[in-house]
Antibody, heavy 114, light 113 residues
Framework: EVQLVESGGGLVQPGESLRLSCVGYGFTCSSYWMTWVRQAPGKGLEWVANIREDGSEKFYGDSVKGRFTISRDNAKNSVHLQMDSLRAEDTAVYYC???????WGRGTLVAVSS | DVVLTQSPLSLPVTLGQPASISCRSSQSLAHSDGFTYLNWFHQRPGQSPRRLIYKVSNRDSGVPDRFSGSGSGSYFTLKINRVEAEDVGVYYCMQGTHWLPYTFGQGTKLEIK
């Protein structure tokens, strides 16, 4: 079955770090740009970051620029999101998606609270 | 950034009746390559978003033909011919023409009357 599975979410305190992972099954991630989208509780969708097929280009939303780093490991069919200096407003479900957004994972919840 | 404004934000519909959601962009979404990168997504409660429509009017595989997308430039519409119970949830438009960043509309919550 073609799917994306995220992991790595959890409860952390402000200022701490977390690393999310997303593994693709049933398809080759290296053929696609991959992206992270988040959704705060009860809110809409916000694009976070994406990465080119070979990892040579990475882009970020303004709200996470300088704090989050996207990477990929094509040998392991995976994409990662390193989140540093986390803030309360980063609390959200983080979805991994294959561009052009035709395949999404189930998401992983990140909660930032003291 | 491109701002997408959806209306209505809440849409109560009777089963079997049609429904329509509009998405207005702060600038034209026509790309220089000739395509218009406007997608529609459906998110059921507790689930991840699912793409329904891409490039304005192309239905994704498995999407019932009661769903249709239309529009051009800055104005787009998602229509459901006859609403069924499984159509409840939130619908989002999203533009990919002027990324960075990709932007989404606020969402329209469809519920059954």
């Amino acid at each position: 079955e073609v799917q994306l599975v995220e992991s790595g979410g959890g409860l952390v305190q402000p200022g701490e770090s977390l690393r999310l992972s997303c593994v693709g099954y049933g398809f080759t991630c290296s053929s696609y740009w991959m992206t992270w989208v988040r959704q705060a509780p009860g809110k809409g969708l916000e694009w976070v970051a994406n990465i080119r097929e070979d990892g040579s280009e990475k882009f970020y939303g303004d709200s996470v620029k300088g704090r989050f780093t996207i990477s990929r490991d094509n040998a392991k069919n995976s994409v990662h999101l390193q989140m540093d200096s986390l803030r309360a407003e980063d609390t959200a479900v983080y979805y991994c998606a294959r561009e052009p957004f035709d395949l999404w994972g189930r998401g992983t919840l990140v909660a930032v609270s003291s | 950034d491109v701002v997408l404004t959806q209306s209505p934000l809440s849409l109560p519909v009777t089963l079997g009746q049609p429904a329509s959601i509009s998405c207005r962009s702060s600038q034209s979404l026509a790309h220089s390559d000739g395509f218009t990168y406007l997608n529609w997504f459906h998110q059921r409660p507790g689930q991840s978003p699912r793409r329904l429509i891409y490039k304005v009017s192309n239905r994704d595989s498995g999407v019932p033909d009661r769903f249709s997308g239309s529009g051009s430039g800055s104005y787009f519409t998602l229509k459901i011919n006859r609403v069924e119970a499984e159509d409840v949830g939130v619908y989002y438009c999203m533009q990919g023409t002027h990324w960075l960043p990709y932007t989404f509309g606020q969402g329209t919550k469809l519920e059954i009357k």
